[in-house]
């Protein structure tokens, strides 16, 4: 029987650095390249497809890449307002369908909407200055209607009603807001919270369905809400 040739280990150590060094240098042009490709993609005030928004503010950018955007020309953003990558922007149920109403989604200057988050907007969503959201926020002035039975859920639809968001407001991380939702101004809304109604000016709120927790007055700062009125 023949012998069995072996590469001598200096071959084998030489062959595994030179594979080290290819992963090594093709792993530095991907990352080069995505790099490259986010920061050309980015959707800003000047790019072809900024300019079919609504408007789009000086300084705003949708990051690369997003999720969906429709029927921008009813969407109006502020100036130094930032999307993260993964984000839904649409007004209306299809791509250029008529909507009622201009604007349908308008957000303010200087909000931060972070990655994986939705607005999708059939009639008014309007989000003012400075808010910032935190990762897969959603919200929405439009749900289903489940009362006929004789209808899947997803062919029934409820009316649409208006959604605002005061100045310098935060909504945690998975955050929903639904239809009819009022929240105030300098607002925190807890992580994986479910807004539903009406948030005063300066409070915290927490929970599904959101319930306030804290709020502040000038004349007391901030004070728990308790189930207790008359306590603090």
């Not at 949708?62 to 969407?75: G, K, R, S, V």
């Not at 409820?158 to 105030?184: A, F, H, N, Q």
């Not at 319930?211 to 189930?227: C, K, L, N, P």
Request: aromatic content about 8%; glycine content about 12%.
């Amino acid at each position: 029987m023949p012998p069995v040739l072996q590469r001598p280990r200096q071959d084998l150590t030489l062959a595994n650095r030179a594979r080290s060094l290819v992963k090594r240098a093709t792993g530095e042009v991907v990352h080069r390249t995505w790099a490259t490709a986010v920061e050309c993609a980015a959707i800003g005030p000047r790019s072809r497809r900024g300019r079919t928004f609504g408007t789009f503010g000086e300084n705003s950018v949708i990051c690369f890449p997003p999720n969906t955007i429709f029927n921008e020309h009813y969407i109006h953003i502020g100036s130094g307002t930032m999307f993260g990558p993964g984000i839904t922007l649409s007004a209306g149920m299809v791509p250029g369908q008529q909507c009622i109403s201009d604007p349908v989604v308008s957000i303010g200057d200087r909000c931060l909407i972070g990655k994986g988050s939705g607005i999708v907007g059939h009639f008014e969503i309007v989000i003012g200055n400075d808010v910032w959201t935190g990762h897969n926020v959603y919200i929405t002035d439009q749900n289903h209607d489940y009362r006929d039975v004789t209808k899947p859920i997803s062919q029934q639809s409820m009316p649409e009603r208006s959604v605002t968001i005061g100045d310098g407001s935060w909504l945690g991380y998975g955050t929903v807001v639904l239809p009819g939702s009022r929240i105030g101004k300098h607002v925190v809304v807890g992580a994986n919270s479910v807004v539903s109604g009406e948030l005063p000016d300066y409070c915290v709120a927490v929970g599904s369905p959101a319930r306030v927790i804290r709020r502040w007055s000038a004349e007391r700062g901030w004070f728990r809400v308790d189930d207790d009125p008359a306590a603090d």
